[in-house]
């Protein structure tokens, strides 16, 4: 199957073609061609790029396949093409492979080895000061084997990894200081991917606000970045801000029309995000200027998550809605290992340790079901009554040593078997642990029977 180049391709952008042309197997049985007059526009980075997507079966020998695929490109007459691969073919001819002398032997008798090359992908040629001040060491880099042209092996991910040229313009966003480089490179590559990330899910504008950079975050703006955009772990540069607790980030966004609609991680808003990491300028900013209301849901992510200092800026500012939740922030907090929470609410706000639900279960069994060591050791350290029971419905005792083997936290087991040593019927706590499908309990309580 032929597709000329007026075809419906023609359109198609650089990382589409080279996300296509890595599904195609050029063969002595299937010859295709994938060529896009936007081939025509890309400079010599982009050309490697393309190039490097294209691949050859291995069920003919390398160099036929390298003389089939030069018969094709000089069926297309496309001059700048048969000049890229040419130099390509001149590299396979002088690299030598490397093989001891027993691979040679073995190549020898069985006439079966493959050829081996490795090339280095080519940057677009900027100032030679600026590409050693922001060099990614060559360990730290990610680069395909010219050889990859002709196998049959294919890495689907290839087309998301990060290039060279990525880790360059990331590097240079995070140390903030040569934006000449960047500007350089995002006027001089037009395909060039804006929304790249490195191996921490951190895009530019992430990384931008992270280290508070404002004139770096204008710079990704005015060169076409959406602010409303997530990065593939679904963090939108508002987001980003509220966690820095970056008021002057935060209005600078708006500023620049970012959407205040939106939900985060877990269906949260962006108030509930500034409950969660503790921003207590931003909330404000949400609250009194953009006039955003603050609820039970809200005051809920903050018995979750807050420290003290939010705890009681919200406690003062709406009593109402707390008081309607109690016993259930300390519930929430001792669920979630909130520690400054437990402190908070015992200490300040005298919630007794020993409130109970309506099936008798204090902040103590919400630890130890929930699997939070650090709230168990915390209100043990507060005296918490580890002699408590709670009675089900098919009448079985559901003491604190129950819930421990079901969480299969042996921490917690210890913990509370220091404050209380009669566990009982062992028996009890080992078919807990098998219902919870927790074997290393399973063991450890059979080894202390």
Partial sequence: MFLDTG?????????????????????????????????????????IKLLKSIRLSTKDKLHEN???????????NIPILTTLFNSIKTHLEQKEPKESKK????????????????????????????????????????CIPLPALFSDSYDSDRSNSI??????????????????????ILEN????????????????????????????VELLIDHGFDINRNNSEKICPLYAAIKEKNLEMFKFLVSKNAKLDILIKNQARLIDATVIHDAIDIFKY???????DFDIECARYSALYSYTEMLDFLWKRYPSIYNELIPVVIFLAASNGNTHGI??????????????????????????????????????????????????????????FYYAAKSGNTDIFFALYTKNQNIGDYGRLIAAAKQANKSDMVEFLRSQQ
């Fill in 103 to 142: 691979e040679e032997t073995k190549k020898e008798e069985t006439k079966k080895e493959k050829t081996t090359v490795e090339t280095e992908r080519t940057l677009l040629p900027i100032s030679e000061a600026a590409v050693k001040h922001y060099q990614v060491p060559r360990e730290q880099s990610e």
């Fill in 66 to 76: 390298v003389k089939l695929f030069e018969n094709i490109l000089n069926e297309l």
């Fill in 343 to 400: 402190n908070y609410f015992i200490d300040k706000q005298k919630i007794p340790i020993e409130v109970s639900d309506r099936k008798g279960r204090t902040p103590l069994i919400y630890a130890i079901k929930h699997n939070e060591p650090d709230s168990v050791k915390l209100l043990l350290k507060k005296n918490a009554n580890v002699n408590i029971r709670v009675y089900s419905k098919k009448d079985k005792i559901k003491d604190v």
């Fill in 7 to 47: 075809s419906i391709l023609s359109f198609l952008t650089l990382d589409e073609l080279c996300c296509t042309a890595s599904r195609v197997k050029f063969t002595n049985d299937l010859v295709s061609k994938l060529i896009s007059l936007t081939f025509d526009e890309c400079n010599e980075y982009d050309k």
């Fill in 189 to 216: 590559n037009p395909q060039f991917n804006l929304y790249c990330e490195n191996n921490n899910k951190m895009n530019a504008m992430l990384i931008a606000i992270k280290n508070g950079n404002l004139k770096m």
């Fill in 286 to 292: 949400l609250n009194e200027e953009l006039k955003m």
């Fill in 163 to 184: 290039s060279e040229l990525e880790q360059l313009f990331l590097k240079g966003v995070s140390q903030g200081g040569n934006t000449e480089l960047l500007v350089e």
